[in-house]
């Protein structure tokens, strides 16, 4: 599968806003976006006026980039949402909410999606009792996603499990530590999603 595989920190200084790439890095005095936090290349700090097209487009690249979602699957998903009842700008952010490498960054199992993609990807989770390796898969409500129990004792999961309640989890979700478990009460609603993101904007921009 395609990925993008040049600097990630670029990625955030583009967007001109901390898109969390590289877990604990972000957060840290060693961030490229704390020392520049302008766009990179020579006119980086050149442009002064946004054009209506581009902050629509720059609005749909740091949700893709968030979520690391490639432009082919992102398109598809706002299909799918756009064919769903409601808003297609929230029903948009529910489905990218409910992947499963999602699930597991929100959770707490893995520092950044990055992480959780390539954890799932290496078949460390099972969804209802069965291994899942594929990050886009989406969950439901009243699922149950768990880290394989032969999996536990690696380090990323010792790490994770003594790190589990430094970050704030989702109230549609649940995290029960001593079974390394993750319990998806419901799919969540726009107002619980914190991803800064004006999903209206996407809308106008695929609207065209």
Known sequence: MARYTAADCKRCRR??????????????????????????????RGRSKDSEYLLQLREKQKATRMYGVLEKQFSNYFVEAARQSGKTGENLLVI???RLDNVVFRAGFAKSRDMARQLVTHGHFLVNGKKVNIPSFRVSAADIVEVAPSS???????????????RPVPAWLEVIPSKMRILVHALPSRAIIDTPVTEQLIVELYSK
């Open 96 to 98: 990218l909410e409910t």
């Open 15 to 44: 967007e001109k806003m901390k898109l969390f790439l590289k877990g604990a890095k972000c957060e840290s005095p060693a961030c490229p976006f704390e020392k520049r936090p302008y766009p990179p290349g020579q006119h980086g």
């Open 152 to 166: 536990r004792e690696l380090t990323p999961f010792v790490i994770a499990h003594a790190e589990i309640g430094d």
